[in-house]
T-cell receptor, first 113, second 112 residues
Framework: DGGITQSPKYLFRKEGQNVTLSCEQNLNHDAMYWYRQDPGQGLRLIYYSQIVNDFQKGDIAEGYSVSREKKESFPLTVTSAQKNPTAFYLC????????????FGSGTRLTVV | GEDVEQSLFLSVREGDSSVINCTYTDSSSTYLYWYKQEPGAGLQLLTYIFSNMDMKQDQRLTVLLNKKDKHLSLRIADTQTGDSAIYFCAETHNNAGNMLTFGGGTRLMVKP
């Protein structure tokens, strides 16, 4: 079955460390997205990519970095510059030009210890 | 820019109908979506409606669209405790490059 997989489900980071969250899809979707969700809050867009080797900043890109070397993969690095990284991170993908919206992964919960 | 607004919270009794409301500002919206998020999980697409439709029904779910008032609603008939979740509406439009704009989500609590 096709889908979008985020790993790990839970991640703990020490202050000052960089960590990378994985997002892989086998849906042959063109576009991929990263969102941050804080408790009781909606979704905030971090980065998105509509084509391999290209990506755009979202509303809250500071302290994060991404790469899109393969169509299937869109990893997110939370750098030490992100001062408040504890949150739930959601990855999504979509087919450009189609109306059926985004497919979401199951999320990664990142906690700073 | 586009804006999508939802009320934060809704509480209903099991067996009653739930109506979750959403308003949006972009008059050029083409598709509008409803997603469901259960605790600790990703978002699951429930249904979507094209902007030239007034209503769409899918089993217990009914979507109503009032394009003049830019108002979207999701009615859940015979609400069950398993319907307790956060519900997000979202919209896209022709010039959005496939991007969705999400509302802040409505937390639905179903009491037994």
């Amino acid at each position: 079955d096709g889908g979008i997989t985020q790993s790990p489900k839970y991640l703990f980071r020490k202050e000052g460390q960089n960590v990378t969250l994985s997002c892989e899809q086998n849906l042959n979707h063109d576009a991929m997205y990263w969102y941050r969700q804080d408790p009781g809050q909606g979704l905030r867009l971090i980065y998105y990519s509509q084509i391999v080797n290209d990506f755009q900043k979202g509303d809250i890109a500071e302290g994060y970095s991404v790469s899109r070397e393969k169509k299937e993969s869109f990893p997110l690095t939370v750098t030490s510059a992100q001062k408040n990284p504890t949150a739930f991170y959601l990855c999504a993908s979509s087919i450009l030009g189609r109306s059926d919206g985004y497919t979401f992964g199951s999320g990664t919960r990142l906690t700073v210890v | 820019g586009e804006d999508v607004e939802q009320s934060l919270f809704l509480s209903v009794r099991e067996g009653d109908s739930s109506v979750i409301n959403c308003t949006y500002t972009d008059s050029s919206s083409t598709y509008l979506y409803w997603y469901k998020q259960e605790p600790g999980a990703g978002l699951q697409l429930l249904t979507y409606i094209f902007s030239n439709m007034d209503m769409k029904q899918d089993q217990r779910l009914t979507v109503l669209l009032n394009k003049k008032d830019k108002h979207l609603s999701l009615r859940i008939a015979d609400t069950q405790t398993g319907d307790s979740a956060i519900y997000f509406c979202a919209e896209t439009h022709n010039n959005a490059g496939n991007m969705l704009t999400f509302g802040g989500g409505t937390r639905l609590m179903v009491k037994p």
